[in-house]
């Protein structure tokens, strides 16, 4: 059954099936929570116009701010490999961490102790009700991956992942690693 393969800290890969999506149109997805009651993702790429410091003007970083997915996108959340540094985090997998002592992490940030390969800020996230991820799984809107990269998520080339894995599923999909991302445009 799909949901006993989905767990937190997998790669969720959107399928070409779901085309123009304007939230979802080839992006990967780094499941940060996966229970019966449902799920929790951040887009990792997809970056936005905006820094840190344009959405909290007393951390002195120019940090990319990410869209995190079409939830709650007035709210500010965060991914890093520092628990050492940042308390009160909770582990998704592979050294990746979610959220912690937001005032704290504000201070180190300005004290130059995280930098940009340590942390990455979303707006918003990505989330689903109780087996509607599965169901889209099989409705094939996405694909099941694993990380492959551990902590080295957050320094990965957002422009290059998706790409990366559609071609790492092989098959049909080699196909669409090389197809432009509006095929009207082709």
């Given amino acids: 059954m799909i949901s006993e393969k989905l767990q937190k800290g997998q790669l969720l890969i ?12 080839r992006s990967v997805i780094l499941l940060a929570e996966h229970s019966n009651e449902g799920s929790l993702g951040f ?28 939830v ?9 490999t520092i628990p050492d540094l940042i308390f009160d985090s909770i582990e998704i997998s592979n050294g990746i961490y979610w959220g912690g002592d937001f005032e704290l992490t504000k201070s180190l940030i300005n004290e130059g102790k995280i930098n940009k390969e340590d942390i990455r800020f979303f707006l ?4 689903w009700g109780a087996n509607q ?3 889209e799984i099989e409705g094939n809107s996405w694909a099941i991956t ?4 551990k902590k080295d998520l957050l320094n990965t080339s957002s422009k290059k992942i998706w790409k990366e894995k559609i071609t790492e599923l092989g098959g049909d999909y080699l196909i669409w690693s090389n197809a432009p991302e509006n095929p009207n445009l082709n």
């Fill in 72 to 80: 709650e996108q007035d709210n500010l959340y965060f991914i890093h």
């Fill in 146 to 149: 694993v990380n492959k990269h």
């Fill in 43 to 70: 887009i990792m790429n997809k970056p936005l116009e905006y820094t840190i410091n344009d959405l909290v003007p007393d951390i002195e970083a120019s940090f990319k701010i990410y869209n995190g997915g079409p």
């Fill in 14 to 25: 959107a399928e070409p099936s779901i085309l123009g999506d304007l939230y979802f149109n």
């Fill in 124 to 127: 918003g996230y990505t989330g």
């Fill in 133 to 135: 991820l599965e169901e």
